[in-house]
């Protein structure tokens, strides 16, 4: 570090005026500590979410109706993906982009702290508002997270709430983005040059641009929704003159671009791993920024991939399905390039990369039955089956969530000080590994042999490989206690680590103290630093 | 790599002209959120009530 960062940051250390006590937390201004709330929420949403997917595995394990009535078991389905997309994943990202944007891009801080204390504080308040709807007459939305029209305008008393809480999430959504495009235009340090810039700051601005532009989409949907069910207007309803097919259509233009802003900021730490653990430089590191920016650019033009079976024109058809397979084009431009960070790379196998590997491995075959998908003759087959469930479920948990704790495993120890215990989070990864390959691959034969999502109950055939599959449910859900317990073990102590947590690991953040200062960057790194870090 | 084609903040840059800068980026993003956010809800409601 440079001695006059070394000098700032002890002195900022001394007096950094912070509020101790809940103050600290409720008032928090401090990227690190808003960065930190944005975690902890997220990972207490993946528990209750996995709770409610725990529940929905527990109803499937055999045919028939065993603990719950269908509209609750629907409703399960329903707040399971609510809660895993807009409370688990985004939050866990805007987490890790408050902890490591302004540590990546030698800022002091974010660029506006107050909005981002704002942003965190709005979603405790939308996710008890809906949860809470368990428990209001008619029980919680169970029309899927989806929300289509006429279905969900049958909701009871649950059904503002989950309007205003989608309002909620959209707007803390929303001003943290912001807030992540503000810093990384204005607070980089002299010399961090948008080119020198760590692909996780790069894939977060995409994803911000991204959240920018399709939350509003989501709010105007939600909002006609509610029109509709309050106001007597008939915006999705056949009868008064209304459409409900375009309900979908304006869903699908939020929700497809959605996918990749919960998938995005997975490309940018993987981006960080491999390097660090193959100890080479990224592979075309400007072919992965413009192949971000190339997925991010056809998200907006694939939407109706989702709703093929509707009945459209067939050129539509055809062009939808064209631009879907499209983005394979970049997606293998990414794969192709992490594989070449590797090639006669001196590669070791820590829990980073070893979730950053099975990110590679699972992600893909996410993308393949999402080619399967887009192809129009086909998907008239998959439509509406469990092969949708196992796609998706491929693409977001391997994906999005073992990127999430590739990022963890990687940061935690320069957020603590500390290194976690390497072999109980080698654990987790091949349990994580295994049972969600168990949990999830035979979701894709039980779409092919016809078994529908969304029901409670299936006919006789389909129960082998429901069994299979909840055993995998369970042992999943299980797996994930390990992750809670090691970072709070690593919190609480464990071997000190120097600046550098990983032997080849390069980037700003590196350049800090282990746990870094308050206030990550008071006095801008050097351009030697800057370049020492921007190793690619 | 094209470093030169790409804006990178003045080393020379004042801390008065960089909090102006994060104002300004901030303002302006928030009008475009805040009109994407409003001008949906409104153009969908105006729209769809023809």
């Known amino acids: 570090m440079a001695e006059p960062l070394a000098h700032a940051a002890t002195h900022d250390d001394d007096h950094d005026h912070k509020p101790h006590g809940w103050r600290r937390w409720v008032y928090a201004t401090n990227h690190k500590d808003i960065g930190t709330m944005y975690l902890i929420f997220a990972c207490t949403m993946f528990f209750i979410g996995g709770g409610a997917a725990m529940l929905i595995r527990l109803e499937l394990f055999q045919p028939g109706l065993q603990f719950f009535d269908p509209q609750f078991f629907n409703s399960l389905t329903t707040m399971h993906a609510l809660i895993m997309i807009f409370g688990a994943i985004m939050p866990a990202w805007t987490g890790l982009a408050n902890w490591m944007i302004p540590m990546q891009v030698g800022a002091p801080d974010m660029a506006l702290p107050r909005l981002n204390n704002f942003s965190f504080w709005i979603l405790p308040f939308a996710f008890t508002l809906l949860i809470s709807s368990f428990f209001v007459p008619g029980g919680a939305p169970a029309g899927g997270w989806t929300m289509y029209p006429p279905l969900i305008l049958q909701t009871g008393a649950s059904f503002p709430m989950l309007i205003f809480a989608i309002h909620l999430m959209g707007a803390s959504s929303i001003l943290g983005a912001i807030n992540v495009v503000v810093t990384i235009m204005n607070m980089r340090a002299p010399g961090m040059t948008l080119l020198r810039m760590p692909l996780f700051v790069w894939t977060w601005l995409i994803t911000a641009y991204l959240l920018i532009a399709v939350m509003p989409v989501l709010a105007g949907a939600v909002t006609m929704l509610l029109t509709d069910h309050f106001f007597g207007t008939t915006f999705f309803t056949a009868a008064g003159g209304g459409d409900p097919v375009m309900f979908q259509h304006i869903f699908w233009f939020f929700g497809h671009p959605e996918v990749y802003i919960l998938i995005l900021p997975a490309f940018g730490i993987v981006s960080e791993i491999i390097p660090t653990f193959s100890r080479k430089p990224l592979f075309g590191y ?25 009945g459209m024109p067939l050129a539509a058809q055809l062009f939808f399905m064209l631009s879907t397979m499209l983005i394979a084009v970049p997606t293998g431009v990414k794969v192709f390039n992490w594989t070449a960070t590797m090639w006669k790379g001196s590669l070791s196998f820590e829990p980073p990369m070893l979730f950053a ?94 078994m529908p999502r969304r029901i409670p109950d299936y006919a006789v055939q389909f129960t082998d490989w429901n069994m299979v599959s909840s055993i995998g449910g369970f042992g999943f859900g299980l797996s994930q206690l390990l992750f809670p317990y090691i970072i709070w073990k690593c919190v609480r102590g464990g071997e000190r680590i120097g600046n550098k947590a990983w032997e080849g690991a390069h980037g700003l953040e590196w350049e800090l103290t282990s746990p870094p200062p308050y206030h990550s960057w008071t006095t801008a790194p050097s351009d030697a630093v800057i370049a020492r870090g921007a190793a690619h | 790599m094209r470093e030169e084609t790409l804006s990178a903040p003045s080393a020379a840059r004042t801390q008065a002209e960089r909090r102006r800068s994060v104002r300004r980026t901030a303002i302006v993003f928030a009008l475009i959120a805040a009109g994407f956010y409003f001008g949906f809800i409104v153009m969908m409601l105006v729209r769809g009530s023809k």
């Open chain 1, 286 to 310: 400007e072919a992965m920024v413009y192949a971000v920016a190339s997925i991010a650019f056809l998200s907006f033009i694939v939407w109706a991939h989702h709703m093929f079976t509707v």
């Open chain 1, 357 to 450: 590997l099975a990110f590679l491995f699972l992600f893909t075959i996410g993308g393949f039955s999402g080619l399967m998908l887009a192809m129009v003759p086909a998907d008239y087959q998959y439509q509406d089956t469990y092969f949708v469930v196992a796609h998706f479920h491929y693409v977001l948990v391997p994906g999005a969530i073992f990127g999430i704790m590739a990022g963890v495993y990687y940061w935690l120890p320069k957020w603590t000080g500390n290194m976690y215990d390497l072999k109980l989070a080698t654990w987790h990864f091949w349990l994580s590994t295994i049972f969600v390959n168990v949990l999830f691959f035979p979701q894709h034969f039980l779409g092919l042999a016809g």
